[in-house]
């Protein structure tokens, strides 16, 4: 069915953002433990950061929703992750190389202050530039539709395409420049690349927004409110039970979403480690970048993406008798996603059984992970952003995908924490009385959370959906 040209306006700005993201964090966590930090520190640096990209959504989602309009959020908030990955650029650039590759211990005598300096700083921009960017070009995708249009599910699986196309094309670029311990200022030029990813973004967001960003009347979306709409619409006016029915499903399954993306994320930490160390990454005499792994996830996305939305719409028409149809609801589609990713860990979990630490395995059992979990990433992840967009009251649109991106923030810390008990030393460590001493002992922590979440989402659906209706 025929889609308004805005949400491919959409498509590309975010994909080119996605760019951006993916192609600094794709050497992030290389760059921290090649120069400046230990394994365990950058870990969790990777946590708090991630979780921070994914918290200020709220801010962000709030100031566009009462003062600025989504246009304009986006593009400051554009511009300010440009700044930051420039920073990060400037960091590389002055960089030292500090730490041996053996033991990853820190020689006091290397001075990297500036360094350190720069990257927080860089941080920091790219932090606060997400909360406005991020949310508000989620709101739009669904402001291009009537309330009750069906189009909004195929909506955001398009533009989830566009997401994990520049999550797919960014570690491949930017990875050609992945530094190591001899040459660690060779990270510079995957962060430049990804600052002008950035700038192209918000380029190409302000030459075409008023032309293509209308409702189905024509009229503009994402504008400043006005006076009248404030009082109309940003008041006092209460809630209707309705309203706040809806509301308590979104905050109830993005409680379940944070153990999700706290397994998912793993990807840029603890299995970004056990691809580097413990992985053979030899292809025909070559050894595949470490940072070119994290492609994976997007392009078995990009394929997937039109077979899971062709597979919901097959269920939808399907009947047994005079029954309802054979598609799962929107939360229970995140319980499969939730059961898929379980399901990821449990292979690599079997595939390291009993394997020595010095052992380097397949490069298949990687790869296999990642492609369950992203059947995992879209039953859940595009259609939580279709859920959010449906439930959300008008007036607090913005909002609320902010509160959603908020179980992100959370899921991100949880994974910056969780990625610290990676086995590195052979020394056991414990987590809420749970015992890691080897590679089956972390990813069966994995299994564990996210199989029990799926079972209780499972379990609470059928309430939930009452609660939608």
């Known amino acids: 069915m025929k889609h308004p040209k805005g949400l491919y306006l959409l498509f590309i700005t975010e994909m080119a953002e996605r760019f951006s993201y993916y192609g600094m964090r794709a050497l992030f966590t290389l760059y921290m433990v090649a120069v400046l930090f230990t394994m365990e520190d950058a870990s969790e640096i990777y946590g708090t950061y991630t979780g921070l990209v994914y918290l200020t959504p709220l801010l962000g989602g709030y100031i566009a929703d009462r003062y600025w309009g989504n246009r304009r959020s986006i593009i400051v908030g554009g511009l300010v992750m440009a700044v930051g990955q420039f920073l990060m650029f400037l960091s590389a650039c002055l960089v030292q190389q500090s730490i041996s590759a053996e033991g990853g211990a820190i020689d006091a005598s290397v001075d990297n202050q500036a360094s350190v300096i720069l990257m927080f700083c860089a941080l920091g921009c790219l932090i606060l530039g997400n909360g406005f960017f991020k949310p508000n070009i989620s709101t739009m995708v669904g402001d291009l539709y009537d309330a009750q249009d069906k189009r909004k599910d195929s909506a955001f ?61 024509g009229e503009p979306i994402g504008l400043a409110p006005t006076a009248q709409h404030k009082e109309k619409h940003q008041g006092s006016q209460p809630l209707t039970s309705r309203e706040k029915a809806h509301i308590g499903v979104i905050f109830i399954v993005a409680t379940f979403v944070i153990f999700f993306w706290a397994a998912y994320e793993q990807a840029g930490v603890s299995l970004t480690y056990f691809t580097d160390s413990q992985t053979d990454r030899t292809l025909f005499g070559w050894t595949v970048p470490t940072s070119w792994f994290q492609s994976l996830p997007a392009i078995f996305c990009v394929i997937l993406a039109p077979v899971m939305a062709m597979l919901w719409e097959m269920l939808g028409k399907c009947r047994i008798g005079s029954s309802k149809s054979l598609e799962q609801s929107s939360v229970q589609k995140q319980a499969i996603g939730l059961a898929f990713l379980s399901l990821g860990y449990l292979v690599i979990a079997l595939g390291v059984k009993d394997i020595d630490p010095t052992t380097k395995v397949s490069m298949l059992w990687i790869t296999s992970l990642y492609f369950i979990h992203e ?95």
């Open 375 to 469: 059947l995992g990433e879209l039953s859940l992840s595009p259609i939580g952003l279709s859920m959010v967009s449906k439930l959300s009251p008008k007036r607090f649109a913005s909002l609320l995908m902010g509160v959603w991106f908020m179980s992100t923030a959370a899921s991100n810390f949880l994974a910056g924490k969780l990625s610290t008990l990676y086995p590195d030393g052979g020394a056991a460590k414990s987590f809420l009385g749970y015992e890691v001493s080897d590679l089956n002992d972390f990813f069966m922590l994995f299994v564990i959370m996210a199989g029990v979440a799926s079972v209780l989402l499972f379990i609470i659906s059928p309430k939930l959906n009452k609660m939608m209706k």
């Open 157 to 217: 699986t398009i533009f989830y395409m566009g997401i994990n196309l520049g999550a797919f094309i960014a570690p491949l670029v930017c990875g050609c420049f992945e530094g190591n311990f001899s040459d660690p200022s060779r990270f510079r030029w995957g962060f430049l690349i990804a600052c002008l990813a950035m700038i192209v973004s918000v380029v190409i967001f302000a030459l075409f927004k008023k032309r293509y960003l209308v409702t189905p009347n």
